[in-house]
């Protein structure tokens, strides 16, 4: 079965140190990768997706078919950057697609 | 443009009842997915509806049922409410085109609590 795992709960750096959320997936084919966050108080929203290949505030992630990841990274973290973050899968032949999320990383960054 | 709404915001109920959620999808969107998020969980994807039709359905037991109407609006409703069924529900919409369902955007959620 297709699966989405985020080893890493929490995550606590320190402002303008380089953060790397870590995501891997379990799946033969093609997927369509994303990562969401969702900032305190505040809904889940699309921060970037893999096909789009667009850095957002900084941060990007890379499809890595062989390693089977899609790591988040961010080579100066900001206090604004505290959030949890998830990463999400769906199947490239799901035409609904239906999301597959990871269980979330907490990033706290301290000044 | 609000966004997707969802209301109620917060809700609580005892064992064995029923309720239903609304989820209004962002305007232009045609597609409205249901999620469960546990504590400490990652969303689970309950069932997504286009056209007024349950077009996917995740490992939700039937107890979860839901409908959309003519405007694209959609209600969940959960019956024989369980503990284990206390949890945030995400109503996502999307636009389906050219025959794929495009980005999901969520909504605020409704807490609900079941005592």
């Known amino acids: 079965a297709q699966r989405v795992t985020q080893p890493e709960k929490l995550l606590s750096v320190f402002k303008g140190a380089p953060v790397e959320l870590k995501c891997n997936y379990s799946?033969?084919?093609?997927?369509?990768l994303f990562w969401y966050v969702q900032y305190s108080r505040q809904r889940l929203q699309l921060l970037l997706r893999h096909i789009s290949r667009e850095s957002i505030k900084g941060f990007t992630a890379d499809l890595n078919k062989g390693e089977t990841s899609f790591h988040l990274k961010k080579p100066f973290a900001q206090e604004e950057d505290s959030a949890m973050y998830y990463c999400?899968?769906?199947?490239?032949?799901?035409?609904?697609?239906?999301?597959?999320f990871g269980a979330g990383t907490q990033v706290v960054v301290t000044p | 443009d609000a966004g997707v709404t969802q209301s109620p915001t917060h809700l609580i109920k005892t064992r064995g009842q029923q309720v239903t959620l609304r989820c209004s999808p962002k305007s232009g969107h045609d597609t409205v997915s249901w999620y469960q998020q546990a504590l400490g969980q990652g969303p689970q994807f309950i069932f997504q509806y286009y056209e007024e039709e349950e077009r996917q359905r995740g490992n939700f037991p039937d107890r979860f049922s839901g409908h959309q109407f003519p405007n694209y609006s959609s209600e969940l409703n959960v019956n024989a409410l369980l503990l284990g069924d206390s949890a945030l529900y995400l109503c996502?919409?999307?636009?389906?085109?050219?025959?794929?369902?495009?980005?999901?955007?969520f909504g605020p959620g409704t807490r609900l609590t079941v005592l």
């Open positions: 999400a899968f769906r199947l490239t032949t799901d035409s609904w697609g239906k999301l597959q």
């Open positions: 996502a919409s999307s636009l389906f085109n050219d025959g794929v369902s495009d980005t999901q955007y």
């Open positions: 799946y033969s084919g093609s997927p369509e």
